[in-house]
């Protein structure tokens, strides 16, 4: 029985002893692989440098693109940014204007605002009319409903008008104009702002905690005459444009 005992733990000892030279610390160590060593060139490659082009436009750059495209083949696409000429935002106003879905959103008293260019959505964004077609959006304030009105145009065709609820469009030349008759019909500057050059600059009167300021949730602009355009304000007037009338007017005190 000692014997037998002795003998297993002799094969045990002497199986551990050889394994162990075999063995890392996570198992069998796996010769080391061989890996072809490249030498390096004998020049070093020309440094790339990003070359710039001018544009059509003064002081605009843009880099020389690589590629075997030819400058003519190349389009641009339709810049949404470009503003309207007057005439052309004349002959959309002339076409918004007689729609009758504008005229019920409008109102007898309304004034517009302004036109822009905007992307084409829904199925004519494909194909041919993405790129001939043009889209632009004319905003208008309805005084007689206190709203703003958003209509949507492609080329002279009325696409579709709206209220725009909550939104405040900055001042129009119209809202200019308006605020500056009734500022000169008023009592308090009548005679006194005639040969003084108006100017308009939309206001928002606060809401107070016991009581609003007057004026409160109207259109209302605040009109000041002066000489010229970079002269010191000689009179104000504050205008509800919404009620059509004069809130407060008075003589701007001296700087």
């Known amino acids: ?45 020309t440094k790339h440098l990003l070359e710039f082009t001018a544009d059509e436009s003064p002081g605009h750059i843009k880099p020389k693109m690589a590629g075997s495209a030819s400058t003519a083949v190349v389009t641009r696409s339709t810049n949404l940014t470009a503003s309207l000429s007057a005439s052309e935002i004349a002959g959309l106003r002339k076409t918004a204007e007689v729609d009758p879905r504008v005229l019920s959103l409008l109102g007898t008293r309304w004034g517009f605002i302004d036109a822009d260019p905007m992307p084409p959505k829904g199925k004519v964004s494909f194909g041919c009319c993405r790129d001939n077609a043009r889209f632009t959006r004319l905003t208008y304030f309805s005084y007689s409903n206190n709203v703003a009105i958003q209509v949507e145009m492609k080329d002279a065709l009325v696409l579709q008008a709206s209220r725009t609820d909550g939104y405040l469009p900055p001042e129009g030349p119209q809202d200019v104009q308006r605020g500056i008759e009734l500022a ?46 970079g002269g010191d304000p000689k009179y104000w007037a504050q205008v509800d444009l919404t009620d059509d009338r004069v809130l407060d007017a008075g003589h701007e005190p001296p700087r």
């Open 1 to 45: 029985m000692l014997k037998s005992t002795a003998m297993i733990l002799l094969l045990l000892g002497t199986g551990c002893s050889l394994d162990a030279a075999s063995r890392g610390p996570f198992g069998p160590e796996d010769p080391e692989t061989a890996i072809p060593k490249t030498p390096l060139p004998a020049q070093v490659p």
């Open 184 to 229: 000169r019909a008023d009592s308090r500057l009548s005679g006194k702002v005639n040969d003084l050059q108006g100017h308009g600059l939309l206001m928002q009167p606060d809401r107070g905690f016991f009581k609003n300021d007057p004026g409160y949730g109207h259109r209302v602009i605040w009109i000041t005459f002066s000489q010229g355009v």
